[in-house]
């Protein structure tokens, strides 16, 4: 038979409206008491109903989040740090996969809000104000990852993307490249436009001259990545260096140097970006600028959840550190 609210209250020698308040959060409820309440629920297996929470305006315990490709590692992730830390503070994912296509982006908010989600944690290029002012006049708590949207007041919890660009592109100044290559998979992206002023930073600090051509942008998968890198190598100067804004970029530059007979680091040095699991398994191991994923999921679910519980009115816009890892894809240049 199936644990109810009376079996909670019976077994831990408590009225059946303080195991609603400790269900519900509400009340005063001594820790004790809400320890034993917990213990009690967990040993009998109880499952709140996620339905009548909702019908009554509480809390489901559930959270939405929108990626825009559960293929790229660095998604996968991110995924994963959000999951394990929600299921630590008692909250079940909803995860959808957007393809960054608004039309799929639009019918999966809607899917949550039919879910009644208690919040929502954004990590796609979602940017249609209508959608977001919706959700913000329902009063559904927003967090966005590794990017904001200072016209839309939530928490956010991002790298500092103008050090990361600034990481990769000094390194690789500093082994003696003065042709750096930049390939990103969306320069319009704060994150984008971010990396690419660290990267002008870096070559300013050099005296190397800024060249639009060395910069190119493309759709994020290794084959898209390595078509890309084809034209840079086909340029009248091509690059002795090629710094991808993503590891599945860096991936397709590696693919293309390798059907080039190029070798990697001595006739290209390749820098990635996200320090994903591919940074380390791809023939040489990638250097890579590393966002701390675990960090950046465990921050974001705990200032969503921090809203959901408190619906405090300050927002928050945590920044956190990235870190170059040097592995075997960079080298000095054979010819300058």
Same mark, same amino acid.
């Given at each position: 038979?199936?644990?109810?609210?009376?079996?909670?209250?019976?077994?831990?020698?408590?009225?059946?409206?303080?195991?609603?308040?400790?269900?519900?959060?509400?009340?005063?409820?001594?820790?004790?008491?809400?320890?034993?309440?917990?213990?009690?629920?967990?040993?009998?297996?109880?499952?709140?109903?996620?339905?009548?929470?909702?019908?009554?305006?509480?809390? +489901?315990?559930?959270? *939405? !989040?929108?990626?825009?490709?559960?293929?790229?590692? %660095?998604? /996968?992730?991110?995924?994963? @740090? $959000?999951?394990?830390?929600?299921?630590?503070?008692?909250?079940?994912?909803?995860?959808?996969?957007?393809?960054?296509?608004?039309?799929?982006?639009?019918?999966?908010?809607?899917?949550?809000?039919?879910?009644?989600?208690?919040?929502?944690?954004?990590?796609?290029?979602?940017?249609?104000? +209508?959608?977001?002012? *919706? !959700?913000?006049?329902?009063?559904?708590?927003?967090? %966005?990852? /590794?990017?904001?949207?200072? @016209? $839309?007041?939530?928490?956010?919890?991002?790298?500092?993307?103008?050090?990361?660009?600034?990481?990769?592109?000094?390194?690789?100044?500093?082994?003696?490249?003065?042709?750096?290559?930049?390939?990103?998979?969306?320069?319009?992206?704060?994150?984008?436009?971010?990396?690419?002023?660290?990267?002008?930073?870096?070559?300013?600090?050099?005296?190397?001259?800024?060249?639009?051509?060395?910069? /190119?942008?493309?759709?994020? @998968?290794?084959?898209?990545?390595?078509?890309?890198?084809?034209?840079?190598?086909?340029?009248?100067?091509?690059?002795?260096?090629?710094?991808?804004?993503?590891?599945?970029?860096?991936?397709?530059?590696?693919?293309?140097?390798?059907?080039?007979?190029?070798?990697?680091?001595?006739?290209?040095?390749?820098?990635?970006?996200?320090?994903?699991?591919?940074?380390?398994?791809?023939?040489?191991?990638?250097?890579?600028?590393?966002?701390?994923?675990?960090?950046?999921?465990?921050?974001?679910?705990?200032?969503?959840?921090?809203?959901?519980?408190?619906?405090?009115?300050?927002?928050?816009?945590?920044?956190?550190?990235?870190?170059?890892?040097?592995?075997?894809?960079?080298?000095?240049?054979?010819?300058?």
């Amino acid at each position: 038979m199936k644990t109810t609210i009376y079996d909670i209250a019976k077994a831990a020698g408590v009225s059946i409206a303080t195991v609603s308040k400790v269900i519900n959060e509400t009340g005063r409820i001594s820790a004790d008491t809400r320890e034993r309440v917990h213990e009690i629920m967990k040993e009998l297996d109880y499952q709140p109903s996620v339905v009548a929470s909702a019908l009554t305006g509480k809390s +489901t315990f559930s959270i *939405g !989040l929108l990626i825009p490709d559960l293929a790229n590692p %660095f998604f /996968a992730e991110l995924a994963r @740090s $959000v999951e394990d830390r929600g299921q630590e503070l008692g909250f079940n994912l909803v995860m959808c996969s957007t393809d960054n296509n608004p039309k799929k982006e639009a019918s999966y908010v809607t899917l949550l809000k039919q879910k009644r989600v208690d919040g929502i944690i954004i990590a796609t290029g979602l940017s249609d104000e +209508t959608i977001l002012k *919706g !959700l913000i006049d329902q009063k559904i708590p927003l967090a %966005f990852v /590794a990017r904001d949207m200072p @016209s $839309v007041v939530s928490d956010s919890v991002l790298i500092d993307d103008f050090m990361g660009g600034y990481l990769g592109a000094s390194h690789l100044v500093s082994l003696g490249h003065r042709r750096i290559a930049i390939l990103s998979d969306d320069l319009a992206q704060r994150s984008g436009s971010e990396r690419i002023r660290g990267y002008r930073h870096a070559l300013e600090e050099a005296g190397i001259a800024f060249e639009p051509d060395y910069v /190119a942008e493309s759709a994020s @998968s290794p084959d898209a990545g390595k078509r890309r890198t084809f034209e840079l190598l086909d340029s009248e100067k091509p690059p002795t260096a090629i710094f991808a804004f993503n590891d599945l970029l860096a991936i397709g530059v590696v693919q293309a140097a390798k059907e080039r007979r190029l070798s990697i680091p001595w006739d290209l040095s390749v820098v990635g970006f996200d320090n994903t699991i591919l940074a380390g398994i791809v023939d040489p191991p990638l250097t890579s600028v590393s966002q701390p994923i675990p960090d950046i999921g465990r921050q974001v679910m705990d200032v969503l959840i921090g809203a959901i519980r408190d619906r405090k009115q300050a927002k928050e816009r945590i920044v956190l550190k990235p870190e170059l890892i040097v592995r075997e894809s960079t080298a000095f240049p054979r010819m300058v």
